[in-house]
């Protein structure tokens, strides 16, 4: 059964959080300021935040960025998921991941099953590493970001839970390196 040990430390990581839309805007990004706020109420840091339209180069070099930044452990992306044209986030994502993390959207859209049904069929979750940083790509709508934080990435980004998490896995990203 998965748990919180509180004997073990609390170790604060640092995200970065990426709105992609051709609507939102910064007085209007609720899906990122509703990330944001559980991110830091979790106790981690928003080390960078951006809105990005949806255009796979654009959504690619931002990435890339983020994830040569030393300084940016996990990247959350909010929308773009999505089947229609424009939704462009998950091959993004592939141009960039060096792994997918093949349990996270399958058990985003498993949870999400519970909340929408058979809509869920329509998202393209994704998760995965580059670059010794963690990628995860949720949905755009509120819902959708309150499900992957609330469900999956507050319990995989807290160090103390249990059997295993995301974080105590962190120093060995980049072993294939050495």
């Known amino acids: 059964m998965a748990r919180i040990d509180e004997t073990r430390p609390f170790v604060p990581v640092n995200i970065a959080v990426l709105t992609v839309s051709d609507t939102r805007t ?7 300021d509703t990330l944001s706020e559980r991110i830091t109420t979790a106790g981690h840091r928003v080390v960078a935040r951006a809105i990005e339209k949806d255009d ?14 030393a300084t940016i452990d996990v990247v959350i992306t909010t929308g773009g998921t999505g089947i229609t044209g424009r939704d462009v986030t998950p091959e993004a994502f592939e141009r960039v991941m060096e792994k997918r993390i ?8 498993m949870l999400s099953y519970q909340k929408i049904a058979t809509s869920t069929m329509q998202s393209r979750a994704i998760g995965g590493v580059a670059g010794g940083t963690y990628l995860f790509a949720l949905p755009g709508s ?7 934080w609330d469900d999956i990435l507050l319990w ?11 974080v105590e896995l962190m120093p060995r990203l980049q072993e294939h390196l050495k």
Do not use: M, Y
């Not at 093949?102 to 859209?109: A, D, K, N, V």
């Not at 509120?142 to 992957?148: E, F, I, N, S, W």
């Open 142 to 148: 509120t819902g959708a970001v309150k499900d992957g």
């Open 56 to 69: 796979t180069d654009a959504i690619e070099r931002l990435l890339r960025a983020w994830v040569s930044d």
């Open 156 to 166: 995989q980004l807290d160090s103390r839970h249990r059997p295993c998490n995301l």
């Open 102 to 109: 093949e349990g996270f959207g399958e058990l985003f859209r």
């Open 26 to 32: 910064e007085e209007n990004d609720t899906s990122g």
